[in-house]
């Protein structure tokens, strides 16, 4: 899929059918992730693939806004090294992560983690080492309905010339 094409149709996607996602794209879509810019070239970065179902439902158990984790084939765990720009550096691999996603067909939903109660739970869950930051959890699959994205507000309303 074109590029633009990918990034004017993304869409967070809540409903999952059960196909599993391969192994081969899962790759590649984190490959994009990792392949984003960061500051200074540090790479505060780390993956975690999930798709044990028992895994992913402990995690929706855990997040409210997330249950749907349940159900999504599979998922990332995005983590960052404490760096100074951890969240900038994850939220931008996370950014690719999602369109990489459409690029491959798949639907996806970013859920935020950093600020949010259940962090420090979702670590201890995956064993994640002291020093790392939950950037947001991805949901990943097959679309289960093709509902177009929500609307938006027009350009003409957000992009300013020269001044506010």
């Known amino acids: ?17 059960p196909d599993p996602v391969p192994k081969q794209i899962v ?4 490959d994009c992730g990792r392949l984003d810019a960061s500051e ?8 975690v693939a999930i798709t044990d179902a028992t895994v992913r439902r ?11 984790l349940a159900d999504a084939p599979m998922c990332i765990v995005v983590l960052c090294e404490g760096t100074k720009y951890f969240l900038e550096d994850g939220s931008a ?8 996603a459409r690029a491959h067909g798949l639907g996806s939903c ?8 259940f962090a ?5 869950m ?14 990943l699959g097959y679309a289960a309905d093709s509902a177009p994205p929500p609307p938006k507000r027009p350009l003409s309303e957000v992009l300013h010339w020269e001044k506010f």
Do not use: H
């Open 40 to 47: 200074r070239n540090r790479q505060p970065w780390e993956f």
């Open 120 to 124: 420090e739970a979702v670590c201890r």
């Open 93 to 100: 691999a996370i950014e690719n992560i999602l369109v990489a």
């Open 27 to 30: 790759e590649d879509i984190v």
């Open 126 to 139: 995956l064993k994640v080492p002291d020093g790392f930051k939950l950037i947001g959890i991805v949901a």
């Open 110 to 117: 970013w859920l935020v983690g950093d600020k949010k109660s």
């Open 58 to 68: 402990q995690l929706a158990e855990l997040i409210e806004t997330g249950r749907f």
């Open 1 to 17: 899929m074109d590029a633009m094409l990918a990034l004017k149709t993304r869409r967070s996607v809540r409903s999952y059918k």
